[in-house]
């Protein structure tokens, strides 16, 4: 039988949390068209994104739509029972 691997580490001891001080963020990071773009463009179209839950779409027909700034993604389950995610074009 094969034995797993004994870890002397965790994640938490490779990487201490960042001092992020104190700051307040400014309040148009969170109305600026500029910086949305700017986090459209380096972060939400590089990571994957939680479109729904599995319940959400429980029986075969069940549909939601995911909307992600640019693009609207339609999800579904078909009749196979597998879940689908589509552009909604």
Same mark, same amino acid.
């Not at 201490?16 to 990071?29: E, F, H, K, Q, S």
């Not at 109305?31 to 972060?43: G, R, S, V």
């Given at each position: 039988?094969?034995?797993?691997?004994?870890?002397?580490?965790?994640?938490?001891?490779?990487?201490?949390?960042?001092? &992020?001080?104190? !700051?307040?963020?400014? +309040?148009?990071?969170?109305? %600026?068209?500029?910086?949305?773009?700017?986090?459209?463009?380096? #972060?939400?179209?590089?990571?994957?994104? &939680?479109?729904? !839950?599995?319940?959400? +779409?429980?029986?075969?027909? %069940?549909?939601?739509?995911?909307?992600?700034?640019?693009?609207? #993604?339609?999800?579904?389950?078909?009749?196979?029972?597998?879940?689908?995610?589509?552009?909604?074009?």
């Amino acid at each position: 039988m094969n034995e797993l691997p004994k870890f002397t580490f965790t994640p938490m001891d490779k990487a201490p949390d960042p001092d &992020l001080g104190t !700051a307040r963020i400014p +309040v148009d990071r969170y109305t %600026d068209p500029k910086f949305m773009a700017l986090e459209d463009q380096h #972060i939400w179209s590089k990571t994957w994104l &939680l479109a729904g !839950a599995v319940c959400d +779409v429980a029986e075969a027909g %069940d549909y939601f739509v995911f909307e992600n700034l640019r693009e609207s #993604i339609l999800v579904t389950r078909a009749s196979d029972g597998e879940i689908r995610a589509f552009y909604n074009v």
